[in-house]
């Protein structure tokens, strides 16, 4: 059944529960034949005809997505590499499930690969040395700590611990 075939169906049956009562015959009737559409048989489409006639509620948006609009419409605006944008990404770290930042860190992993961890901070976040950072990064250990000090100002968080050993979030 295509979507067009299944929006008349939803609105034969909403007029038919109107004529005739949530409990007839004709509403079972119906019902019957939504109900002969296999699951696999519907789409997101079909969802979209349920939701479009009030039939299903429109769920409200994550948290992660509005936090991911967010920082698509600050980079717009102030651009990749700006101190906004790094605010809205790490905001958005924050907040994201475990399972997204464990496929971030796999993706990341696999781009860019780690360096070995050094240590761990009382909280459990792995600790890197700073001049391999800058190594994985191709910058200088002076840049590399102008960025880090960088980011502490912009996030308010301390990334720094004793010496030059950074947490990576």
Request: no cysteine; glycine share 6%.
């Amino acid at each position: 059944m295509n979507i067009e075939q299944f929006e008349e169906l939803l609105v034969r049956f909403q007029g038919i529960v109107e004529e005739h009562g949530a409990k007839s015959k004709e509403t079972e009737q119906v019902l019957n034949e939504i109900a002969k559409l296999d699951n696999q048989d519907m789409t997101p489409e079909h969802i979209a005809v349920w939701r479009k006639l009030g039939m299903l509620p429109t769920p409200a948006p994550s948290p992660m997505s509005l936090a991911l609009a967010a920082y698509q419409e600050i980079i717009k605006t102030f651009g990749e590499d700006s101190p906004e944008a790094t605010v809205a990404f790490l905001n958005m770290l924050d907040i994201a499930p475990p399972e997204y930042l464990d496929a971030a860190h796999q993706v990341t992993e696999e781009m860019f690969g780690m360096p070995n961890s050094i240590g761990v901070t009382e909280d459990g976040e792995s600790l890197y040395a700073l001049n391999d950072i800058a190594e994985k990064l191709d910058i200088s250990v002076d840049d590399a700590t102008k960025k880090m000090f960088e980011l502490e100002t912009i996030t308010g968080k301390k990334l720094h611990y004793k010496g030059q050993r950074f947490s990576v979030h």
